[in-house]
């Protein structure tokens, strides 16, 4: 069996500090380019009650830093009721990627990667959510959930790289899938009409 890929997160000026998250997510979530189309808050009759009506608002991403990648991860640290630790000591490791909040405007933000098997992202911390989920009996945090955002270089592009590196600089080749038929009970969906 092959050993389990863990996700981490480091600075990828300094790669051997790397802190791996505790459970590996289950969604990512990537987007680039142009959104114009909001519909917060306006509604309108439409004959059967009320639609939202979208609002043109000016663009969310801008080209040079068109990309997004969101990521939920879970951390726990109770095991019992004797037996616990301090969930934040954990998850703080990942908000001193934040930029400082002294309001200097001239300091450039740390950049951050995550990486997890052949995905490896880079960019800035653009926030950090945390959702404490359950505490011990004196109040500590145990377990947490963390959302964040890093907003950075094209997804693609990092891939594409980090393929060709753990392939030994050969480019990999996706294969196109086989087309299966559809399953007999639901043929006649994929049938044309006969006239």
């Known amino acids: 069996m092959a050993d389990l890929e863990k996700a ?7 790669p051997n ?3 791996y998250v505790q ?21 309108v009759p439409d004959g059967q009650g009320f639609a939202r009506e979208p609002q043109m608002q000016s663009p ?7 990309s997004l ?16 630790s301090d969930v934040r000591a954990k998850i703080y490791n990942i908000r001193a990627f934040l930029p400082s909040g002294k309001g200097n405007s001239n300091v450039s933000s740390p950049r ?11 960019g800035t911390l653009e926030s950090f959510h945390v959702s404490y989920q359950m505490f011990a009996h004196d109040g500590t945090p145990v377990q947490a959930e963390v959302s964040i955002a890093i907003r950075g270089e ?8 980090n ?18 038929p559809p399953p007999d009970d639901i043929i006649w969906l994929f049938q044309e009409e006969e006239e």
């Open 60 to 66: 969310l991403l801008s080209p040079p830093e068109g």
């Open 8 to 14: 981490f997160i480091c600075d990828p000026d300094k």
């Open 17 to 19: 500090k790397k802190y």
């Open 112 to 122: 951050i990667q995550f990486s997890w098997g052949t995905l490896t992202y880079v």
């Open 69 to 84: 990648l969101s990521v939920k991860l879970f951390y726990h640290t109770y095991t019992g009721p004797e037996n616990f």
């Open 154 to 161: 094209d997804l693609d592009v990092s891939a594409q790289s």
């Open 163 to 180: 393929n060709q590196a753990q392939s030994g600089g050969k480019k990999l080749e996706l294969e196109a899938a086989e087309e299966a």
């Open 23 to 43: 459970f590996n997510p289950n969604t990512l979530e990537y987007s680039a380019g142009r959104s114009q189309d909001s519909y917060q808050g306006v509604s």
